[in-house]
């Protein structure tokens, strides 16, 4: 494995260390500042922040103001400076000031804001006026002025009103400003610029810490390594057991110092999967050199802010949360342990936040910026607020992404640029909001009640038995399923204006907490701004069940436009599974540049390890379930005495599952069964999978797609053989076959890309619990005669010996 590293060239990037010992490091105003500034209470209170296109029109409106007035109103003025320490070590500093009056000796920066401009936290205004002076001092030093006016610029984006703030400082008074900022900027950042120098040498000698690969992981570490090397994606389709994990953070950390890679980020569907990656992370960091009492690699692990609070129910600002009153007084000292400490996952973390009396969550946030490698939820970096997407842009980082278990990530992106609004939660608050929010929930209400009535096309949606699966959730009861011809204007301009006065009415009473006005305040937020990107990749759906029972729906059904940014803002993004294939339905439906490529590993298994069986004589589809019951129980009952064991079962539904196990129990009561229950907890779920036990006997019966098709690790005997009742096809209904005619008209692969492969992917995951190492031995038994169609072997596993 060493060959082909020892290879690759070196990066182009100049290190932060000159061979004179010389540092010159760089950072941007607002990054400087944001580092510098900041004292007082963290605050959080309730004013929604511009979204990011908001903010560009806000300020493209001011700039159109100022050279309305005077055509030589400079805009985006290009500044840069340099501080030089006692030691001789360089601070770069560069940034663009909105706006230059030369004429009246002014600099101006804006910013835009919602709602009362004296709720804006002291600490957030603070920051403001730091970047001000900071562009003062750059901009008196080009152009040799002894003296500035400094203009802070309010715009209210909902009445366009400007408020403009005015400083008087000579060019003296902000030289020293410049400096003080710069000075206690310049300690820490030598001390990170020693460090990159110590992790990257530290990565250059990093060895595999096992004594040879596992089958299959040599050639899928050569992949990831040159995909790295050559800038570019890669989808990596390889079997269950060979140590994907492992085997793709090894030659990611070994390309860092060589391509310059500032961080790695290693992305998640689930917690299990996290937890994967740190003790990957833990084992491969033992084999590193430390750089003295500090770990050479700093691994942060993030999480939910739901999971990491320690008040829950308490709002974030310094009156209400005793970890975020002086949260940024402690900051410094926090952040500084918690970097000496450099192994962070969720309980280091907390245990260094704690002791300094901060808020872990916002204390993880903060050491996303100093942490080389970072663990998380593919949210963190794909969602609409990423947080490590929106530090990447910022500090213009080059970045290593690792996707674990990416044929999910279609339907998590999907869910991540779609929004729900529920008519009966409306109903609910306006039943008990205070009455200053009487007049905007009426309003917004009006427009929910004459919502699609001459708008759309109207589709009955048909019923399934798939939890869930009918349009809006509903059962029991008929639906009307709609999808607007336009979008609903109206509804979106009062859902405006109530986001606005619920913002309000918290910010005026903060002591107030809400849970069912926040809530309503965060689903509206969210609506609107995805609102502002609608376009032929998503839709509007209204789904009525009755008399004021009605979902308006944002769905998002080509998440690629949403996703492209993010492959293309990553220096290398590799994406990683045991299912995915064909690489055009991902490439597609992600976003990935169509020259990306897809690797599937060759499996270190072998066919005889597994029997593989098909019943064609079984159909699952809808109208032949009930007669498919008898050959089902029948099937399972002679496996099972012919070999007995632990199995799973799968079914395309809890219907079809309950229906089946209730005949099976008449006609097998001697064999030990349990279920998959609707809604189970995690303390449900670990004892479902605890009877999986070595020697144990017994058939556990689960949904196909749920929390047991994968994810779970059964070895050796604890799982000796699954069924599978299902293609894994989602059942046709209104909005699937609005998502099919979506994917059709943009791909020409409606059927494939809505129904086959996302379905033949979860079964391909199912049979995958089977074999998990090289020893294990068991059998698949498919039940659907369409298994034995050659377009859907043709998508199963190539190393099964199909019969």
Request: with cysteine; aromatic share 8%.
């Amino acid at each position: 494995m060493a060959e082909p590293y020892e290879k690759a060239q070196e990066s182009a990037l100049e290190p932060p260390f000159g061979s004179t010992g010389t540092v010159r490091l760089k950072v941007a105003v607002r990054a400087l500042c944001d580092f510098t500034a900041r004292r007082g209470d963290l605050d959080h209170r309730f004013t929604p922040s511009p979204t990011a296109s908001e903010g560009i029109a806000g300020h493209e409106l001011i700039a159109e103001r100022r050279r309305a007035a005077d055509a030589a109103f400079e805009t985006e003025v290009a500044l840069e400076g340099e501080y030089v320490d006692a030691t001789g070590q360089v601070l770069c500093v560069s940034g663009r000031a909105d706006g230059v009056d030369s004429t009246q000796g002014r600099v101006e920066e804006v910013k835009t804001h919602r709602g009362d401009l004296a709720r804006m936290a002291d600490n957030q205004r603070a920051l403001h006026w730091a970047q001000l002076f900071v562009y003062g001092a750059l901009l008196c030093r080009a152009r040799g002025l002894e003296r500035l006016t400094l203009s802070l610029v309010y715009l209210e984006l909902g009445s366009g009103r400007e408020t403009r703030l005015d400083e008087t400082r000579t060019a003296v008074e902000l030289e020293a400003i410049f400096k003080e900022h710069c000075a206690r900027y310049m300690a820490w950042a030598k001390q990170e610029g020693l460090h990159r120098e110590g992790r990257d040498a530290a990565l250059r000698q990093l060895g595999f810490p096992f004594a040879a690969f596992r089958t299959g992981q040599r050639p899928l570490a050569e992949a990831v390594y040159k995909a790295a090397s050559t800038s570019r994606g890669l989808l990596l389709q390889a079997p269950t057991g060979i140590g994907k994990t492992l085997g793709t953070l090894f030659p990611m950390l070994t390309a860092m110092p060589r391509q310059g890679l500032d961080r790695l980020f290693f992305l998640t569907m689930k917690t299990p999967g996290r937890r994967l990656a740190l003790d990957a992370l833990a084992r491969l960091g033992d084999t590193l050199e430390p750089q003295g009492e500090a770990p050479a690699l700093r691994v942060l692990e993030l999480v939910a802010r739901e999971k990491a609070c320690e008040y829950p129910g308490t709002a974030c600002h310094g009156d209400a949360c005793p970890l975020a009153s002086g949260f940024y007084d402690r900051l410094p000292a926090a952040r500084h342990a918690a970097v000496e400490r450099g192994r962070l996952d969720r309980a280091a973390l907390r245990e260094v936040a704690l002791a300094h009396q901060v808020c872990p969550y916002y204390l993880g946030q903060e050491l996303a910026r100093w942490c080389d490698v970072v663990v998380g939820d593919v949210n963190h970096y794909f969602d609409v607020h990423a947080l490590l997407h929106a530090l990447t842009q910022a500090h213009d980082w080059r970045v290593g992404v690792l996707v674990d278990e990416a044929h999910n990530l279609i339907d998590r992106a999907r869910g991540m640029y779609s929004a729900e609004l529920d008519q009966r939660r409306l109903a609910g608050l306006r039943r008990q909001a205070p009455p200053a929010l009487a007049k905007p929930l009426a309003r917004l209400g009006r427009q929910w009640a004459a919502l699609g009535d001459h708008e759309g096309d109207k589709k009955g949606d048909k019923k399934g038995d798939n939890q869930g699966n009918k349009a809006g959730g509903q059962s029991g009861r008929d639906v009307e399923y709609q999808v607007l011809s336009v979008p609903p204007g109206g509804m979106l301009r009062a859902l405006g204006q109530a986001a606005t006065a619920i913002t309000d009415y918290l910010a005026e009473h903060p002591g107030e907490v809400d849970p069912a006005l926040q809530e309503f305040l965060f689903e509206a937020l969210a609506f609107t701004r995805l609102a502002e990107a609608f376009d032929d990749h998503s839709l509007f759906e209204l789904t009525r069940s009755g008399r004021g029972r009605a979902l308006l729906a944002l769905r998002n059904l080509i998440p690629a436009p949403f996703l492209a940014p993010r492959f293309a803002a990553s220096h290398s993004a590799v994406l990683f599974s045991a299912t995915l294939s064909p690489g055009d339905y991902f490439r597609d439906l992600l976003g990935l540049p169509a020259q990306t490529p897809c690797l599937e590993v060759a499996s270190p298994f072998a066919g005889e390890q597994l029997e593989v069986r098909i019943r064609r004589d079984i159909s699952t589809r809808y109208a032949h379930r009930q007669a498919s019951i008898e050959p089902i129980v029948a099937t399972l009952a002679e496996q099972f005495q012919r070999a007995p064991g632990n199995y799973l079962a799968f079914f395309s539904s809890f219907a079809y599952l309950e229906a089946v196990v209730a005949r099976f129990g008449e006609a097998h009561g001697e064999i030990p069964v349990w279920r998959q229950e609707r809604g189970m907890d995690e303390t449900a779920r670990d004892a479902f999978l605890a009877r999986f036990v070595a020697g144990g006997q017994g058939i556990g019966f689960a949904v196909l797609g749920g929390a047991f098709a994968e994810g779970i690790d059964l070895p050796g005997d604890r799982l000796i053989g699954a069924f599978i009742a299902t293609l894994g096809l989602p059942p046709v209904g209104a909005r699937q076959e609005t998502l099919r005619e979506r994917l059709e008209a943009r791909f020409g692969r409606g059927f494939d890309y809505a129904y086959q492969y996302p379905g033949l992917n979860k079964v391909v995951q199912a049979a995958g619990r089977v074999i998990r190492t090289p020893e294990d031995r068991g059998v698949v038994v498919l039940m659907d005669d369409r298994f034995a169609r050659p377009e859907v072997r043709a998508l199963l596993p190539g190393w099964w010996r199909l019969p």
